[in-house]
């Protein structure tokens, strides 16, 4: 495989999955690799993008709003970071992308899948990871690890049905196109989750 060949890989999953740790350690992995990584989040990613996601996490708006302006964050992001670091061979990993999109605005607020698809083509016009890491986790454990953890924006504070259909939507994202995902059974200890993510990258040549 070229090193000068950018990858993009994206972890996914309800709050409180548990996804930090894993990027911290896939990013050191890289970078000792000898890949130059880029780490970057959605919403946000540039200075635009990080004042939408102040908007999106904090401020309420029904759920066209809040896809159109994660939408138009995404589509900065992509144009200013994420297109330029891939174009000269650099491996992007983002804390979520369109994914969360339909998860939460799909399945959690109930929008319009359609909608949500046009939107996809016209910002992204075919991009899309090469891997999505799902964490997936029963919202019951989720919670439980976000109350210890921090102070709730107003998505983490929605109720656990919420999250249910959260994590439904996800995993009918993951059967629509499983060549592009790895689900990792994000109950398990640290150490076993780790074990299955560098499982998963080694076999699509990541690792």
């Given at each position: 495989?070229?090193?000068?060949?950018?990858?993009f890989?994206?972890f996914e999953?309800?709050?409180?999955?548990?996804?930090?740790?894993?990027?911290?350690a896939?990013?050191?992995?890289?970078k000792?690799a000898?890949h130059?990584?880029v780490?970057?989040?959605e919403?946000?990613?540039?200075?635009?993008a990080e004042?939408?996601?102040?908007?999106?996490?904090?401020?309420?708006?029904?759920p066209?709003?809040?896809?159109?302006?994660v939408?138009?964050?995404?589509?900065?992001?992509?144009?200013a970071?994420?297109?330029?670091?891939?174009?000269?061979?650099a491996?992007?990993l983002?804390?979520?992308?369109?994914?969360?999109?339909?998860?939460?605005?799909?399945?959690g607020?109930?929008?319009?899948?359609?909608?949500?698809?046009?939107l996809?083509?016209?910002?992204?016009?075919g991009?899309?990871?090469d891997?999505?890491?799902?964490f997936d986790?029963?919202p019951?454990?989720?919670?439980?690890?976000?109350?210890?953890?921090?102070?709730?924006?107003?998505?983490?504070?929605?109720?656990?049905?919420?999250?249910?259909r959260?994590r439904?939507?996800y995993?009918?994202?993951?059967r629509?196109?499983?060549?592009?995902?790895?689900?990792?059974?994000?109950d398990q200890?640290?150490a076993?989750?780790?074990?299955q993510?560098?499982a998963?990258?080694?076999?699509?040549?990541?690792?």
């Open positions: 495989m070229s090193i000068n060949k950018g990858r890989i994206t999953g309800i709050d409180g999955a548990g996804k930090t740790t894993h990027m911290d896939l990013e050191q992995a890289w000792q000898g130059e990584v780490r970057t989040r919403p946000g990613g540039t200075p635009l004042k939408l996601r102040a908007l999106f996490l904090h401020d309420a708006m029904d066209l709003t809040e896809a159109l302006l939408f138009g964050a995404r589509r900065d992001h992509i144009k970071v994420i297109e330029p670091a891939l174009a000269r061979g491996w992007v983002c804390d979520r992308f369109t994914d969360a999109t339909f998860a939460y605005q799909g399945g607020r109930g929008f319009d899948l359609q909608v949500l698809g046009t996809e083509g016209w910002v992204q016009q991009l899309q990871p891997l999505t890491l799902l986790l029963d019951a454990v989720a919670a439980e690890r976000l109350s210890a953890a921090r102070q709730p924006d107003r998505f983490e504070a929605m109720d656990r049905a919420f999250f249910e959260v439904g939507a995993l009918d994202r993951q629509a196109q499983p060549g592009r995902f790895a689900v990792i059974k994000a200890a640290p076993l989750v780790a074990e993510i560098q998963e990258l080694r076999s699509k040549g990541l690792l």
